[in-house]
């Protein structure tokens, strides 16, 4: 019974499609996240969302976009990629006043 | 611009002896911090807290300790366990602020030898 789950687990695409990562958590929070993890491994905030407003940081480029179709799912859609996407994509969730959020085990893309 | 910073990229510990990994921090707004621990190819696993308002927490093997004059926190592992080898990510937040995520640091590898 996994808490927070993701899929695809591996995504390899060229550049200029459009793709998209599903994510899921079954512990009943009110947020979710997207985080990057760049090739220096540095983990970053991308999105933050409940149920009443997206919060997005300001670097991540308008071709990234999250999709909530209801409280336990936040999607990730990503137009017409390029080559610096290629990255592992973390989807986390947390209780709205907690503090605590729990990943996902990752996305791992790659743009050809 | 590393807000939260972990200056040793890896830390090899005797089993049964005691791990203590490094956190420093710049920004004085933070006022929540984690630990998360993760093994390749998995997500990261949320280990302990704590909030600013602390100086220490306990949850069995591992202990955090918040030195806020200093902006420095450590956590102690005690004692290790060969299972305790991963990444170990410090991760420190600002109330209400931004994307209300987590800034990480870049992580330390911690090998634990038998």
């Known amino acids: 019974d996994t808490a927070v789950s993701q899929t695809p687990k591996y995504l390899v695409t060229q550049m200029g499609n459009d793709k998209s990562i599903k994510c899921e958590q079954n512990l009943g929070h009110d947020t979710m996240y997207w985080y990057k993890q760049d090739s220096k491994k540095f983990l970053k905030i991308m999105f933050s969302y409940n149920n009443k407003e997206l919060i997005i940081n300001e670097t991540v480029p308008n071709r990234f976009s999250p999709k909530s179709p209801d409280k336990a799912h936040l999607n990730l859609h990503i137009n017409s990629l390029e080559l610096g996407d290629s990255a592992v994509y973390f989807c986390?969730?947390?209780?709205?006043?907690?503090?605590?959020?729990?990943f996902g085990p990752g996305t791992r893309l790659l743009v050809l | 611009d590393q807000q939260v910073k972990q200056n040793s990229p890896s830390l090899s510990v005797q089993e049964g002896r005691i791990s203590i990994l490094n956190c420093d921090y710049t920004n004085s707004m933070f006022d929540y911090f984690l630990w998360y621990k993760k093994y390749p190819a998995e997500g990261p696993t949320f280990l302990i807290s704590?909030?600013?308002?602390?100086d220490k927490n306990e949850d069995g093997r591992f202990t955090v300790f918040l030195n806020k004059s200093a902006k420095h926190l450590s956590l102690h592992i005690v004692p290790s366990q060969p299972g305790d080898s991963a990444v170990y990510f410090c991760?420190?937040?600002?109330?209400?602020?931004?994307?209300?995520?987590?800034?990480f640091g870049k992580g330390t590898h911690l090998i634990i030898q038998p």
């Open positions: 986390a969730s947390s209780q709205i006043q907690g503090r605590a959020q729990y």
């Open positions: 704590i909030s600013s308002i602390k």
């Open positions: 991760a420190a937040r600002v109330s209400g602020g931004g994307a209300d995520g987590l800034t």
